[in-house]
């Protein structure tokens, strides 16, 4: 797994999120699966198969959530350069081919969300954008074609 860029909020939610699976969501787990080897035999079992599944299912987010925590960069709020654009940051730009305009906000992986036009930092777009300053042309090279974005403006 690479290295993400993650600011404080974004780390705060994972660690909240892996101190329920490791309680809350293991003994509910562990309530199912009892309560499903109680019916019986467990080679035929739906019921405590998947409670298995499950169990499987939350060490995997479980693990996941470790290995995000422990090798995310976080990034530092309080020293951003506001005439460059980078995580949170929000800016007007235009696609020189089709001269179209939007706003954009470049945000961590984890608050990408591209219907609203917040930008992931690690996509193509969000690392082409990524410390550049209005009036910047950059190219983007994107799976199947690369276009041109100008920055019109840094908000």
């Known amino acids: 797994m690479k290295n993400h860029q993650l600011t ?3 780390i705060k939610k994972l660690r909240e999120e892996l101190d329920y699976r490791m309680t809350v969501k293991r003994a509910e787990i562990a309530k199912e699966k009892l309560v499903a080897a109680a019916h019986g035999d467990r080679s035929e079992n739906a019921e405590y198969k998947e409670a298995c599944a499950n169990y499987r299912e939350n060490d995997n987010r479980i693990q996941y959530l ?3 925590i422990s090798t995310a960069t976080v990034i530092d709020g309080d020293n951003i350069d506001k005439s460059v654009l980078g995580v949170n940051g ?3 730009i235009k696609f020189v081919d089709t001269e179209d305009e939007d706003i954009i906000t470049l945000v961590t992986t984890l608050d990408a969300s591209p219907e609203d036009m917040c930008i992931s930092i690690e996509s193509d777009l969000g ?3 990524s410390g550049k300053k209005a009036g910047d042309i950059v190219e983007v090279n994107a799976p199947g074609e690369n276009y041109s974005i100008e920055i ?3 908000l």
């Open 90 to 92: 929000k800016a007007k």
């Open 152 to 154: 019109l403006e840094i």
């Open 66 to 68: 470790l290995t995000m």
């Open 8 to 10: 404080e909020e974004n």
């Open 127 to 129: 690392k082409a954008l």
